[in-house]
């Protein structure tokens, strides 16, 4: 029996919502996974396909960090590990911090040439006494078995990952004529399936893996922090941790792999390898939702005094949940993440309504490590001006004018607001974000055109500004999407509005 482990998505760095506790979150929840690995599960070889780190750029103090826990690795476990778009997230580098890994000794990097033949990629073999920069493939020696375990990795290509997948299957096959066939195949690749992330864009077809799927008996995918699983040959773990409050959701199953592989026949190529998989969630933080709907209350005082005794009762739920032992440390329950959701119609002036007072007292309350407010209420000023509308003014030649319709909405939110001297002002500020957002922007670019305009109009306020940016400003439903893929580190520029739910970019 020889046992593989697969995990992704560690993001190792990832000082979530700016906070410490969180990037230490990272590290040790992927201390714990490789601790069990070894020590319960007896693995052979450890997999991990892309976002190891969460950016390229490291402060020391997170590599001198995974350089130890891979260090407390056995030398006979190796660690084969391929490129996701966070380990190289902006203009490509000749040298990366995983190839300085590799060539330490501490992973084996593995990634395929793409650029030598256009029609086939080029996979060299893992040479531990000249290590390169990087492999093609790795073989796992195992006794009474024809051929070895042949792992191969694929970098992140983005939309250029059909062209590679096809390169790489005839690079496997002209591989395996030179180097003899392998008993069994495993490919490291970072990307989404089509029918698990339909929303996410980018993402692979079966169609587009055909060719693959007859050379690689298990793919092990990353990029999509949530467990899913395709065809008994396609695997995607779920990141060790929650990178926002979507992916923090119950029903995101969160973890690795172990896989079993019987390898006590003999016989010719795949076909004497069986193998049996099993999930194992990670030890990590717990995300607690708490919703309240902001309708009934007429007051500020009336909604404070109902909302403080709706927290309460959701205090045991809350202890209860969080109690759960992938969210226990030493035995204790974990200080949790609250999604904190208001929903509904407000039924008096935004600018009375006080998230980050309600926010603070949550925390205390609780023992929160961190509250995430997330608003998807309407004014009643807004849902009056929805119904009251002319319709002269946001139609034209029987087409939605959505733009007018837009800055009407955000002008009446502007003006129940701090910034009502501003409200036309304030409104197209909005409406640029939104429409930023709806053409998939960058988040950093999106908050670098809000926070310009800030400082133009509003010279003398703090310079932190968080914004939430609503899906559509004129939804009432929620409109989370469970399918969004790779959303790192979204919570800290969700953008708020009344006017429809926050989406997390």
């Keep these: ?24 979150d990272m590290v040790s929840t992927t201390r714990a996974a490789f601790r069990e690995m070894i020590e319960e599960r ?21 590599l001198h960090q995974i350089e130890q826990e891979l260090e407390r690795i056995p030398d006979e476990v190796p660690v084969l590990v391929s490129r996701g778009n966070h380990d190289e997230n902006l203009t490509p580098r000749d040298v990366t911090w995983l190839n300085y890994l590799h060539q330490r000794g501490h992973i084996v990097f593995l990634q395929a040439e793409l650029n030598a ?21 790795y073989d796992i020696d195992v006794a009474d078995v024809d051929g070895p375990i042949r792992v191969f990795g694929l970098q992140w290509r983005g939309a250029k990952t ?70 008994e040959w396609i695997y995607n ?16 199953e969160h973890g690795y792999y172990s896989v079993a592989l019987d390898v006590g ?19 990590r933080r717990p995300y607690y939702r708490i919703e309240f709907d902001v309708t009934a209350h007429e007051s500020p005082g009336d909604l404070e005094t109902a909302f403080q005794e709706h927290v309460r009762d959701e205090q045991a739920a ?31 002036s935004r600018g009375d309504f006080r998230t980050d007072e309600l926010a603070a007292w949550v925390e205390d ?22 119904s009251e509308i002319d319709e002269d003014e946001v139609f034209k030649d029987g087409q939605l004018n959505t733009a007018a319709l837009e800055h009407r909405v955000f002008e009446t939110i502007a003006k129940e607001s701090i910034y009502d001297d501003h409200a036309g002002d304030v409104a197209e500020v909005l409406g640029t974000a939104h429409q930023m957002a709806q053409a998939d922007e960058a988040v950093e670019d999106i908050r670098d055109s809000v926070s310009s305009a800030r400082q133009e109009l509003f010279p003398d306020l703090a310079d932190d500004v968080v914004l939430d940016i609503e899906e559509d400003p004129f939804a009432d439903a929620e409109t989370d999407d469970e399918a969004s893929g790779d959303t790192t580190g979204g919570d800290e520029a969700d953008v708020e509005t009344e006017a429809g739910e926050v989406v997390e970019q």
């Excluded at 029996?1 to 230490?24: F, N, P, S, V």
């Excluded at 052979?44 to 997170?62: Q, T, Y």
């Excluded at 040479?127 to 093609?136: I, R, T, V, W």
């Excluded at 591989?175 to 399936?193: C, D, K, R, S, Y």
């Design 162 to 231: 059909d062209q590679a997948l096809q390169q790489v299957a005839k690079g496997i096959k002209e591989t395996n004529e030179m180097h003899g066939e392998p008993a069994w195949t495993v490919l490291l690749a970072h990307f989404g399936m089509e029918d698990e992330v339909p929303t996410l864009g980018g993402t692979v077809t079966h169609g587009e893996l055909r060719d693959v799927k007859e050379v690689v008996d298990y793919l092990a995918l990353g990029h999509i922090h949530k467990r899913y699983e395709s065809g």
């Design 318 to 348: 809350m202890t209860e949940y969080c109690s759960q032992d992938e969210f226990t440390a030493q035995g204790e329950p974990r200080e949790p993440i609250i999604d904190l959701r208001f929903t509904g119609t407000l039924q008096f």
């Design 237 to 252: 773990p779920g990141s060790p941790e929650a990178h926002n409050t979507r992916e923090g959701r119950p029903e995101w």
């Design 265 to 283: 026949g003999s016989g010719d190529g795949g076909d004497a390898v069986g193998f049996d998989v099993e999930h194992h969630p990670t030890k």
């Design 42 to 62: 007896g693995t052979d070889a450890i997999l991990l396909p892309g976002d190891l780190f969460h950016s390229r750029d490291l402060r020391p103090k997170i």
């Design 117 to 137: 033949d256009p029609e086939t990629a080029w996979l060299n073999p893992y040479d531990p006494e000249e290590p390169g920069q990087s492999a093609g493939f």
């Design 1 to 24: 029996m020889l046992t593989l482990t697969h995990i992704a998505d560690t993001h190792l760095g990832h000082r979530q919502y700016g906070l410490k506790q969180r990037e230490d």
């Design 365 to 386: 309350t609780c023992d929160a490590l961190y509250v995430q407010v997330n608003t998807g209420i309407r004014t009643a000023n807004v849902q009056q001006l929805l």
